[in-house]
């Protein structure tokens, strides 16, 4: 069973609409990430969460807005969708201090039109 | 900034042959994970090496981290290796900050 659940798998959206892609994980980890994965570029980090609480931002853009209604969710909300959006989204899990590292999602590929 | 190279590129085997993929960063203090990715296709976490050497099944990863250096050893390589192999760091000592930066990827195809 998929440890880190990410739903849904694949998005197509209209530009200018507003989507969330959802994130579970059920590691018992308690940090979680989102990272981005675009064409022809390396994985970049977007977000990182601690017990729900925002520990750093990578994103310029103020329209990617993480959500955390529960320890192991951790959602990510777009708005305004634009093109250049178009990127696969991991999101990832760990647990601070352990010697495990990270675990990854099997990604949200997101396309906008 | 922090920077990940990954050598070579791309690379191609025949099937049995072994392979060994190269990460150089450019900070000190870090934290190295190997990941694999089929086209299209989740990340899936290779092996954790922050320093020495480490196995899992035909992969072995030897970090040198005072040199910046990372290897992954691919040994009697098969058609399912065939994907993309990164390499990630992350600065720092203490707790896992979750950024990691990954670089750019080995390409790997194995053909039988």
């Known amino acids: 069973d998929p440890k880190i659940i990410q739903k849904p798998k694949y998005l197509v959206a209209v530009t200018g609409s507003e989507k969330i892609l959802i994130c579970e994980q059920y590691?018992?980890?308690?940090?979680m990430y989102w990272y981005r994965q675009s064409a022809k570029k390396p994985l970049e980090f977007m977000f990182s969460?601690?017990?729900?609480?925002?520990?750093d931002n990578q994103t310029a853009s103020s329209r990617f807005q993480p959500q955390s209604s529960k320890k192991n969710h951790l959602d990510l909300q777009i708005t305004a969708l634009k093109p250049d959006d178009s990127a696969t989204y991991f999101c990832?899990?760990?647990?601070?201090?352990?010697?495990?590292?990270?675990?990854f999602g099997s990604g949200t590929r997101l396309l906008v039109i | 900034g922090q920077q990940v190279q990954q050598s070579p590129a791309s690379l191609v085997l025949q099937e049995g042959e072994n392979a060994e993929l190269q990460c150089n960063f450019s900070?000190?203090?870090?934290?190295l994970q190997w990941f694999y990715q089929r086209p299209g296709g989740s990340l899936v976490s290779l092996l954790y090496?922050?320093?020495g050497t480490k196995h899992t099944g035909r992969l072995t990863s030897t970090t040198v981290t005072k040199e910046r250096r990372s290897s992954l050893h691919i040994s009697s390589s098969q058609t399912t290796d065939s994907g993309t192999y990164f390499c990630?760091?992350?600065?720092?000592?203490?707790?896992?900050?979750?950024?990691?930066?990954f670089g750019e990827g080995t390409q790997v195809t194995v053909i039988s």
């Open positions: 990832a899990s760990s647990q601070d201090g352990g010697g495990a590292g990270y675990t």
């Open positions: 590691l018992g980890h308690n940090a």
């Open positions: 969460y601690s017990y729900q609480k925002l520990m």
């Open positions: 900070s000190t203090a870090t934290r």
């Open positions: 090496n922050p320093s």
């Open positions: 990630a760091m992350e600065r720092g000592t203490g707790g896992l900050s979750g950024k990691l930066t």
